[in-house]
Nanobody, 120 residues
Framework: QVQLVESGGGLVQAGGSLRLSCAAS????????MSWYRQAPGMQRELVAA???????NYADSVKGRFTISRDNAKNTVYLQMNSLKPEDTVVYYC??????????????WGQGTQVTVSS
């Protein structure tokens, strides 16, 4: 069994910063791609940022230059540093990871989501 547990969401004023964390635990052999998505009510979930196990990253155009994704492979943890936050960044953020488990299966797992609210 694999779990992704997120933390770090909350309320911040526009222009402020937040750091999200997501730790994976369970019967993990290895983790390849780790990602952050976000989803507004009634909208499709969209990719915010992703990072491979080699450290290559990609970002949505809307967050380039403001958000930074990083990971600590020893801790099976991915981070999202969010700076210069805007009210339109107010949504629920989800982490995701592609994980090979001890059973040999490769699956994509999701966290429970964490709310980020940016006040104007």
């Amino acid at each position: 069994q694999v779990q992704l547990v997120e933390s770090g969401g909350g309320l911040v004023q526009a222009g402020g910063s937040l750091r999200l964390s997501c730790a994976a635990s369970g019967s993990i052999i290895s983790i390849s791609r780790m990602s952050w998505y976000r989803q507004a009510p009634g909208m499709q979930r969209e990719l915010v940022a992703a990072i491979t196990n080699g450290g290559s990253t990609n970002y949505a155009d809307s967050v380039k230059g403001r958000f930074t994704i990083s990971r600590d492979n020893a801790k099976n943890t991915v981070y999202l540093q969010m700076n210069s936050l805007k009210p339109e960044d107010t949504v629920v953020y989800y982490c995701s990871a592609v994980i090979i488990t001890s059973s040999g299966r490769v699956s994509q797992y999701w966290g429970q989501g964490t709310q980020v609210t940016v006040s104007s």
